[in-house]
Nanobody
Framework: QVQLVESGGGLVQAGTSLRLSCAASVRTFNTYRMAWFRQPPGKEREYVAHISWNGSNTYYTDSVKGRFIISRDNAKNTVSLQMNSLKPDDTADYYC?????????????????WGQGTRVTVSS
């Protein structure tokens, strides 16, 4: 069983930055692909970014490319999402997720474990 706990959400102004973190309680963290998803108010949860097991490959949805950076520290069992140049459209509950297999990384069904989410609100 993998437990994921997100932190770092909050209320910020547009144009500023925020860093989200996700701590995993599993000894084999370096065997999981990790991802961030988000769910804007009143909308469905959507893919944001993912990172390979060793951190060598990262991928982003188009709306956050060039602004968000996903990273991981396998020694500390953490994955982070650095969010820069935030926009009001980035307002959402952000979730980290872990996958132990090689299915579609942008699909929620590919992920075995989920955190409880952390809320990010970006004011204009």
């Amino acid at each position: 069983q993998v437990q994921l706990v997100e932190s770092g959400g909050g209320l910020v102004q547009a144009g500023t930055s925020l860093r989200l973190s996700c701590a995993a309680s599993v000894r084999t963290f370096n065997t999981y692909r990790m991802a961030w998803f988000r769910q804007p108010p009143g909308k469905e949860r959507e893919y944001v970014a993912h990172i390979s097991w060793n951190g060598s490959n990262t991928y982003y949805t188009d709306s956050v490319k060039g602004r968000f950076i996903i990273s991981r520290d396998n020694a500390k069992n953490t994955v982070s999402l650095q969010m820069n140049s935030l926009k009001p459209d980035d307002t959402a509950d952000y979730y980290c997720a872990a996958s132990a297999h090689y299915a579609n990384p942008a699909s929620q069904s590919s992920y075995d474990y989920w955190g409880q989410g952390t809320r990010v609100t970006v004011s204009s």
